[in-house]
């Protein structure tokens, strides 16, 4: 298995625009999460989904973030309109059904720029 | 609520001193603690985790539980260990939550 691929690895955009984040976890992972890392605030859980349904969105900073799981091999992070504030490198992770100590596998993220 | 509070955002320390990044922890059922790892250019990986007690590259951590924290603690630190660390706790329905992370700057 390649392990979990997030598609673009850079983007770059102009404000206003839709942007629309594609993350591929890996096969036969129940879980699925969504974050965003930055320097002032780390890692921040967005949203996080079981078995492609979205268990916990108290993360997502505002009505311009949506995410969607429609399949168990498929995941997308959507900013519309995007903002300045939104430049940062997003995170996508997958992890089996969670026991206790279970791992959570990182992609190589996508780093996001909106001018 | 769950949350987890690393103080320091950059450690630096000479190789072969010892080594400790701070990670405290809020949440009020059993905690499942991990630290993770991101050296230059390459992915969020699992360092270690708390229910294995291991050592992993010469760190190890040791959940406190009446002190809420999960110090990562090596005694002599290598110039590969640069790189930046975060603590995570998994907590209620599985959320995984990390800290704000800490750089390990290891100087010669």
């Known amino acids: 298995d390649a392990g979990v691929i997030q598609s673009p690895r850079h983007e770059v955009t102009e404000m206003g625009q839709e942007v629309t984040l594609r993350c591929k976890p890996i096969?036969?992972?129940?879980?699925l999460f969504w974050y965003r890392q930055t320097m002032m605030r780390g890692l921040e859980l967005l949203i996080y989904?079981?078995?492609?349904?979205?268990?916990?969105d108290s993360g997502m900073p505002e009505d311009r973030f949506s995410a969607k799981m429609p399949n168990a091999s498929f995941s997308t992070l959507k900013i519309q309109p995007s903002e300045p504030r939104d430049s940062a490198v997003y995170f996508c992770?997958?992890?089996?059904?969670?026991?206790?100590?279970?791992?959570?596998?990182f992609g190589q993220g996508t780093r996001l720029t909106v001018v | 609520a769950q949350r987890v509070t690393q103080p320091e955002k950059l450690l630096s320390v000479f190789k072969g001193a010892p080594v400790e990044l701070k990670c405290n922890y809020s949440?009020?059922?059993?905690?499942?603690l991990f630290w993770y790892v991101q050296y230059s250019r390459q992915r969020l990986q699992l360092l270690l985790r708390?229910?294995s007690r291991e050592s992993i590259k010469g760190f190890t951590a040791d959940l406190n539980k009446g002190e809420t924290s999960f110090h990562l603690k090596k005694p002599f630190a290598q110039e590969e260990d640069s790189a930046m660390y975060y603590c995570?706790?998994?907590?209620?329905?599985?959320?995984?939550?990390f800290g704000t992370g800490t750089r390990l700057q290891v100087m010669l």
């Open positions: 949440y009020s059922g059993s905690p499942e």
């Open positions: 989904f079981n078995n492609n349904v979205p268990i916990d």
């Open positions: 096969s036969g992972h129940d879980y």
């Open positions: 708390h229910i």
């Open positions: 992770a997958s992890s089996p059904k969670r026991i206790f100590g279970t791992e959570a596998f």
């Open positions: 995570a706790l998994s907590g209620t329905a599985s959320k995984l939550t």
